[in-house]
């Protein structure tokens, strides 16, 4: 049976099928980002509301035109234009796909026909968009305008700058995360990034540097930032955060006097412990000095480098094999230790990581691979960027006192507390803790773990 369609039905089929494909990726769209998962988004619209004295709350600028349509404005008009009790408050009004940041600002005064004048300078988001990095823009900005409208009545004369004052800055935050505004006075505005709390620090914790002396972070390129007068149109793409790399940062910085003491010691190699003594500096200074570099993304944590450590290799591996760039990146990372002038054989960095298995020390695999005296590179520093792109993953030992089994008859002996280091033998410590709390080297507790037939060793 053959069925013949005119012209109109394609024209219906064509249109059904599009409106499929739109709704299909909107569904896409509202899975990959909702409200919380942590993206942020680029600002959509600025608005400028206020009260009229006769009109009531209204919308007297916006760029771009029409983007708040008056229905959706009446509709939150009452969180625009708040009460007296939540005027000068940051608030995030999440409603009717949109998310609006703004401050209200009230001002009173006799020259208005009501004493008074309600303003509000709002950002307009995407619904699913991180919006907290705008709180403080968006809070300098109503200061600022609170200023001129008081010395000049900018804001309630309805002046012709402030189309092209709102189109600038919607166009410099969006591309550049910053903005100039030159008047009587001049203010700078920074869109600042809003980072997850670091994880606490411990005594055996290493930091490493991943974003000193104006290196990007190993394995990825340099931060891309347009150049100021260029015409670029404002990216309306979607900001992806989950890329979390880090700023550059200049070595000859204002940091404070505990950083500078600490920066040169932060090799890879050295934990908290060890940096506070051979500094001199006490260690919970260490510790919130590490948390701070690592809440800005110049250091990461990794596990104590040891030969006698084990390590297993992660699905994340595959990356080293077809990512060229992360290939260059590892190569050039092990040729800058200063020691070889010849530079490493990729077959050789892929061998090693691959040989790293549980039940496989790191000093076995280095002698499989190298058995001569002379290493053509240090495998350390592979260790270290291997553990910081997530490429292998060191397991760690977990002693455990084992205690007396119990009798037949159902009596259990007395036994005796466990002295000195065998309390910390309950399989919540690291061997690296423990050496660290009791302040022993490594060789003298595996020699107690060894001689001591009760201890068992959980690895994970």
Not at 56 to 67: A, L, M, N
Not at 354 to 360: F, I, R
Request: charged content about 25%; overall charge negative; glycine content about 6%.
């Amino acid at each position: 049976m053959q069925v013949y369609l005119d012209s109109a039905s394609d024209i219906e089929h064509d249109n059904g099928v599009d409106s499929k494909i739109t709704l299909m990726s909107s569904k896409i769209m509202e899975t990959r980002y909702y409200e919380g998962c942590g993206r942020e988004g680029p600002i959509r619209c600025i608005f400028l509301g206020e009260f009229h004295p006769v009109a009531g709350p209204k919308i007297s600028c916006q760029f771009p035109d029409d983007y708040v349509s008056k229905e959706l404005f009446d509709s939150i008009s009452a969180y625009i234009i708040p009460k007296p009790q939540i005027q000068k408050c940051t608030m995030t009004i999440n409603a009717l796909g949109h998310k609006i940041v703004g401050y209200p600002i009230r001002i009173e005064n006799s020259r208005y026909e009501r004493n008074m004048y309600l303003f509000n300078l709002c950002f307009v988001c995407d619904s699913w968009s991180k919006t907290v990095q705008y709180e403080p823009v968006v809070k300098k900005l109503g200061e600022h305008l609170t200023i001129m409208e008081e010395e000049t009545r900018f804001v309630s004369s309805g002046s012709t700058k402030l189309p092209t004052l709102l189109a600038h800055l919607l166009h410099d935050l969006n591309t550049y995360r910053k903005a100039t505004l030159v008047g009587e006075t001049v203010m700078h505005l920074k869109v600042l990034e809003v980072r997850k709390d670091p994880m606490p620090v411990h005594d055996f914790d290493v930091p490493v540097l991943v974003a000193s002396v104006g290196l990007p972070r190993p394995g990825r390129p340099p931060r891309k930032v347009p150049q100021e007068g260029s015409e670029q149109i404002p990216s309306q793409e979607h900001l992806d955060v989950e890329d979390e790399e880090p700023f550059e940062v200049d070595m000859d910085a204002d940091w404070d006097l505990t950083t500078r003491q600490l920066l040169p010691h932060i090799n890879g190699y050295n934990h908290v412990s060890k940096i506070a003594s051979d500094t001199n500096v006490e260690k919970t200074l260490v510790k919130s000095c590490i948390q701070n570099l690592v809440y800005y993304g110049v250091v990461v944590l990794i596990p104590v480098l040891k030969f006698s450590n084990m390590y297993r290799a992660t699905p994340s591996l595959s990356r080293l094999f077809s990512d060229h760039e992360m290939q260059k990146s590892c190569i050039s990372f092990l040729s800058n230790d200063g020691e070889n002038k010849e530079k490493p054989v990729l077959s050789d960095v892929l061998g090693i990581l691959c040989s790293l298995q549980q039940g496989t020390t790191l000093r076995t695999v280095c002698e499989r691979f190298f058995p001569s005296p002379g290493v053509p590179f240090d495998v350390r520093r592979l260790v270290v960027f291997a553990q910081i792109h997530g490429l292998v993953k060191c397991l760690k030992r977990y002693p455990v006192y084992v205690r007396s089994p119990v009798r037949p008859n159902g009596f259990t002996p007395r036994l005796d507390s466990m002295l000195g280091i065998r309390r910390l033998f309950t399989g919540k410590h690291s061997v690296d803790e423990i050496c660290c709390l009791a302040r022993i080297d490594l060789a003298t507790l595996d020699q107690i773990i060894e001689d001591d037939s009760n201890v068992a060793i959980i690895w994970r």
